[in-house]
């Protein structure tokens, strides 16, 4: 399985960013699909995630702001990232689970300047 990560860029506070993750390499869905971003010196966290049951989650600091969709014909998954903040700075990447297993794109990096 590979996940593919795109559409990080450097962009201005209060500005929006839209990344998309492509998987390939698997016919069968996942349990699980979305988001996590790790600043410098810091713990990589949850941005959000949606279940093969339609449900999402998202970390705290982003609910409001940011909005995850998938598009299953083409087994990808978007992240609409609006009213963006520095503390947004981050390497984001995509992840999926099939239970027992775990995936990772290698990573898109977003910049927001003050």
């Known amino acids: 399985v590979q996940l593919q990560a795109s559409g990080g860029g450097l962009v201005q506070a209060g500005g929006s960013l839209r990344l998309s993750c492509a998987a390939s390499g698997s016919r069968f869905s996942f349990n699980v699909i979305g988001w996590y971003r790790q600043a410098p010196g810091k713990q990589r966290e949850l941005v959000g995630t949606?279940?093969?049951?339609?449900?999402?989650n998202y970390g705290d600091s982003v609910k409001g702001r940011f909005t995850i969709s998938r598009d299953n014909a083409k087994n990808s998954v978007f992240l609409q990232m609006n009213s963006l903040k520095p503390e947004d700075t981050a390497v984001y990447y995509c992840n999926a689970k099939r239970f027992p297993y775990e995936y990772w794109g290698q990573g898109t990096l977003v910049t927001v300047s003050s």
């Open positions: 949606f279940t093969n049951i339609d449900t999402t």
